[in-house]
């Protein structure tokens, strides 16, 4: 007998599949998602591609450029599927982007966009992975949980 407890399907919407193990709530955190989206999560799921990943569902949202770049980087692992009538129409990994420019405060508070000049965020992946990425301005060097702080 099956005792397996499955996620059901969604009509329309996103599936950000192959996160990695625990990092679910990290990504709709940064996303912002709202009570007006019906949203599914399955937190440590058995993977046959990862021993365990995180898979979240959000049923009539489709992400935008920023948002799948705020989730690359949390989660550059994962593969985004978009659902139209119960069907995947488009199904892909996420890329790093070389350049992330108003998403990450810098960590240095002595940078110039943290002096309240209007100037935006700047960054550079210096490496994906382990993820490291260079603030244009400063040269400030942040990765792991001091990006995710910052987002």
């Given at each position: ?23 679910a ?18 937190i ?10 995180d ?6 949202k489709?992400?935008?450029?920023l ?8 989660a ?13 129409i488009?199904?892909?990994?996420l890329?790093?982007p ?15 966009t ?17 993820l490291?990425?260079?603030c ?10 001091e990006?995710i702080n910052?987002?």
């Open positions: 007998m099956d005792k397996t407890l499955k996620i059901s399907k969604i009509k329309d919407g996103t599936v950000i599949d192959h996160i990695a193990a625990g990092k709530l990290k990504v709709l955190a940064i996303l912002g998602i709202d009570e007006s989206n019906s949203i599914s999560i399955g440590r799921v058995t993977s046959g591609k990862l021993a365990y990943k898979v979240i569902k959000i049923e009539n489709f992400l935008e450029k948002e799948l770049d705020k989730i690359a980087l949390i550059n692992e994962a593969t985004i599927s978009i659902i139209k009538n119960y069907e995947i488009e199904k892909f990994k890329d790093m070389q350049v992330f420019k108003g998403i990450v405060k810098c960590a240095n508070q002595n940078c110039i943290n002096a309240g000049e209007p100037v935006k965020s700047e960054f550079m992946t210096v490496n994906a992975d382990p490291t990425i260079k244009v301005y400063c040269k400030k060097e942040m990765s792991g949980e990006i910052n987002i």
